[in-house]
């Protein structure tokens, strides 16, 4: 099943706007990541937010954490069309024997227009 | 850093066939993890291993599936018996295996199809 929920679905945005994204998850976390998927390629890392992180930048991306909501959200700053892709949320739960398996949401597609 | 290898890329199989992928992972990462994923939607854990031992299956792994990581090093996942249901993405990921906190480092999937 999957954990997170991504918001929006879609996004279709113009070249140089911000995109932003949302997902909300449901049990406690050790950390969330954002990965990016083109079309028919396998998922690129992109962050990790540690659980008791609040904020973490990297390059254009920023993403924010709130466990008292378990929500977080991703904001690429100045879109290129090279960003258009899927950006999928995905969750580290404590567990000793899960080995650090991930719940991913069901993404948000996004399309930068150039 | 070569990235994980997954072969092939692609499989078309008739309904009742066996099927078998493989996966290379990042050569200093102990954990292998496999998942699946269906058009429009976000991969799904299947199993897990750390080195050499399977630690984990989900209940999407029926009985018609299996998986091994013989030496701890490449990983191979079979299903037997294939159903047009089977039809999915299937990726592969690995990651160091110290403490948490690790990114997963994905291969480019093997996209399975069902005739």
């Known amino acids: 099943s999957q954990q997170g929920e991504e918001d929006p679905q879609a996004l279709s945005i113009q070249e140089g706007e911000n995109a932003t994204m949302n997902c909300s998850y449901k049990?406690?976390?050790?950390?969330l990541q954002w990965y990016r998927q083109n079309s028919g390629r396998g998922l690129v890392h992109l962050i990790l937010?540690?659980?008791?992180?609040r904020e973490k930048h990297s390059g254009r991306l920023r993403v924010t954490l709130d466990t008292s909501k378990k929500s977080s959200s991703l904001l690429i700053t100045a879109s290129r069309a090279a960003d258009t892709a899927s950006y999928f949320c995905?969750?580290?739960?404590?567990?000793?024997?899960?080995?650090?398996?991930?719940?991913f949401g069901g993404g948000t597609r996004v399309l930068v227009k150039p | 850093d070569t990235g994980v290898s997954q072969d092939p890329r692609h499989k078309i199989t008739k309904r009742g066939q066996n099927v078998t992928f493989r996966c290379d992972p990042i050569?200093?990462?102990?954990?292998l993890y496999w998942y699946r994923q269906t058009l429009g939607q976000g991969p799904e854990f299947l199993t897990y291993?750390?080195?050499?031992?399977?630690?984990?299956k989900s209940r999407l792994l029926s009985d018609r599936f299996s998986a091994e990581r013989p030496k701890g090093s490449f990983s191979t996942l079979e299903i037997q018996r294939t159903e047009q249901g089977d039809s999915a993405m299937y990726l592969c990921?690995?990651?160091?295996?110290?403490?948490?906190?690790?990114?997963?480092?994905f291969g480019d999937g093997t996209r399975l199809s069902i005739l």
């Open positions: 049990t406690s976390i050790n950390n």
């Open positions: 937010i540690r659980s008791n992180e």
């Open positions: 995905a969750t580290d739960a404590p567990s000793k024997a899960a080995g650090n398996k991930l719940t």
């Open positions: 291993f750390q080195n050499e031992a399977q630690l984990e």
């Open positions: 990921a690995s990651s160091l295996g110290t403490g948490g906190n690790q990114p997963q480092h």
């Open positions: 050569s200093e990462h102990n954990r």
